[in-house]
């Protein structure tokens, strides 16, 4: 259709030329119309002012000799050379002579006559018409005295006509002028359709975003100052907009690594921006496994919030400029605190926030203890290995059996440090400095999948199931020694704690653009929920003894964390509510 529509419009510049020539045609008639009325009036009041004067003397003439005595046709060829028709009449319109009548003319009353009626009651008056008596065109002119109207009249034949023509001077100056206009109209109109153009093809330009070539040459005139001023503008407008664009992207940067967890919704419930803490935080309080921010609006733990919205947000009450409604609960869940608070704006869109509050306190814990725990961890199997070499070196009568068994333990134990030392040395390095780690793809699937076919015979001995959930070309670009201790650790846990006979399930529950979501499960025994909150910590342990015995280091899930932490997740954990542990973490 606008193929078509195209090719039949007409261009600006000539529309507009068209309607100029248009406008200038109707003014131009009328002007010469008039024109022409006036000269016409003005001629025939010139042939009627000559005419009078040829009445002045004839009526001059019949009242000094009388009518019976009064040669019309010697008065009117001393007066013109014209074959003028002279009437007499008296006032009240009868024929008394008329140089044209044949012996038995009869003339009916002439104050019909518009010329005559003119005269009788104005003195004089003329007109043009068809001569019933004479059977042709006259031009008449009457005057009335005292005591009669004399009425003179010439053939308004083609000499009169032409008398009477305008002159050409006039219709030749209106030719000329009409022309100039045509003209000028034509040079403005294609001017301001120049500018017109060039502003068209500054706004395809624009609307097809191609303005880095733009080569617009623009009218020296207002038009092309109003052009250019529309261009400036629109760039002004557009760089506005780009900055605009980079701060809206800084600020969801922002929000992306804020240690809260954010979501924003439009007035129809619909998400427009959320962070990763956000996703998780919310399947960290609920347990319904929700893999989008819209899940929040069904969950029991933040029933009040959702109260609050379906109160103000779905009401009809409008909010005042600069104000908004707000409202804020604090939930204690897995041995986390959050403070959860929504707030309506004015066009009803809202945003949910959700901190995290018990974090604080457990990072400064953290440091402290660390410093503690590593000289505590290395005590235990550097003092039994001590121990077990006094022995030997002090004892003079153990036997070879006996000394075999010490140095294994202290061979144990030695592995036991070395172990450690790899661990320490692995937080270490993600501590110190993230460039130590190169970043490449990885498909997760692939890794996964290793991992838990390395594990294939332990698994079976404890007679564990597992299921993986997650597209097969899962691809992330990470640093894939972390990404596996990761897995692995997780794996080695879930193996270790959760029970004989129980199932692990990997999910990937959300991809967007910001990150891949994971949640890690098993249906084991979990852990009480006064040490939920403190297992990332570095050799933190539920039960040391169960631990050490398993060959853990205590640094396992710190290892996780940081290596979380280094693709700028998060991670959390949680008691499933029919049994089980369940990590959720996020890689960015
Ligand atoms: P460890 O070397 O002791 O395994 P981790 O940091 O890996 O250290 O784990 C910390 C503690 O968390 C463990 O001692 C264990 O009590 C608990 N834990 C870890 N994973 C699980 C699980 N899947 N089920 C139950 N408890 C677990």
């Not at 921010?293 to 919205?309: A, T, V």
């Not at 990885?442 to 997650?470: A, P, Y």
Request: some cysteine; charged content about 25%; proline content about 2%.
């Amino acid at each position: 259709m606008s193929h078509v529509f195209k090719h039949s419009k007409v261009s600006f510049h000539r529309s507009l030329f068209f309607f100029g020539v248009g406008i200038f045609s109707i003014f131009m008639s009328t002007a010469f119309l008039y024109q022409y009325n006036r000269e016409m009036l003005f001629r025939k009041e010139l042939l009627n002012s000559i005419l009078q004067t040829y009445n002045y003397s004839i009526l001059n003439n019949v009242e000094q000799k009388g009518p019976a005595n009064t040669d019309l046709d010697a008065i009117t060829e001393s007066l013109t050379d014209y074959d003028l028709r002279v009437t007499v009449m008296d006032l009240y319109g009868n024929v008394i002579l008329d140089n044209r009548s044949g012996e038995n003319s009869i003339f009916n009353n002439h104050t019909d006559r518009p010329e005559v009626l003119d005269a009788l009651i104005k003195g004089e008056g003329y007109t043009v018409r068809y001569s019933n008596t004479l059977e042709e065109p006259f031009f008449y002119s009457a005057k009335k005295s005292d005591n009669y109207i004399i009425r003179s009249a010439i053939p308004y034949n083609i000499g009169t006509k032409l008398y009477l023509s305008v002159d050409k001077s006039v219709i030749f100056f209106f030719v000329a002028m009409g022309a100039l206009f045509i003209g000028m109209i034509f040079y403005f109109s294609f001017r301001l359709g120049n500018a017109i153009s060039s502003l068209r093809e500054f706004s395809k330009k624009a609307e097809m975003d191609e303005l880095k070539d733009l080569d617009i040459k623009l009218p020296n005139n207002d038009l092309g100052e109003i052009s250019s001023h529309i261009i400036k503008l629109y760039t002004k407008l557009n760089q506005t907009k780009q900055y605009l664009s980079l701060e809206k992207e800084k600020l969801l940067k922002h929000l992306q690594i804020s240690k809260e967890g954010l979501a924003e919704f439009d007035k129809d419930r619909r998400c427009i921006f959320t962070n990763t803490l956000f996703i998780q935080y919310i399947n960290l309080i609920s347990d319904k496994g929700l893999n989008s921010p819209e899940g929040i609006f069904h969950i029991d733990e933040l029933s009040r919030i959702n109260y609050f919205l379906s109160i103000h947000q779905r009401g009809s009450e409008t909010i005042n400029n600069s104000e908004y409604w707000s409202e804020s609960i604090t939930i204690n869940k897995n041995g986390k605190t959050f403070h959860i608070e929504c707030i309506i704006f004015q066009d009803k869109s809202f945003e949910i926030s959700i901190n995290n509050v018990t974090q604080q306190q457990e990072e400064t814990r953290l440091k402290k203890q660390l410093t503690q725990n590593v000289a505590h961890e290395l005590k235990t199997p550097v003092s039994s290995i001590k121990g077990y070499l006094e022995t030997i070196l002090g004892n003079k009568n153990v036997s070879q059996d006996q000394m075999h068994q010490f140095i294994e333990r202290c061979y144990a134990q030695t592995n036991r440090l070395s172990d450690l030392l790899k661990d320490i040395s692995v937080l270490n390095r993600i501590d110190e400095a993230g460039e130590n780690f190169t970043t490449e793809d990885i498909n997760i699937r692939n890794l996964v999948e290793e991992i838990f076919e390395d594990s294939e015979e332990l698994l079976n001995e404890k007679k564990m199931n597992f299921e993986i959930r997650m597209p097969d070309n899962i691809m992330y670009k990470g640093n894939p020694m972390l990404v596996y201790s990761i897995f692995r650790n997780l794996l080695d846990n879930a193996i270790a704690y959760a029970g004989d006979g129980k199932s692990i399930i990997v999910n990937c529950y959300r991809q967007d653009k910001n990150a891949l979501y994971f949640s890690f499960s098993d249906n084991g025994c979990g852990i009480e929920d006064q040490h939920l909150n403190r297992i990332f910590e570095r050799f933190y342990r539920v039960d040391k003894g169960r631990s050490r015995k398993l060959g853990g280091t205590g640094l396992g899930l710190a290892i996780v964390k940081n290596a979380v932490l280094f693709h700028k997740g998060e991670i959390m954990v949680k008691n499933k509510p029919d049994g089980g542990l369940e990590f959720l973490f996020s890689l960015s």
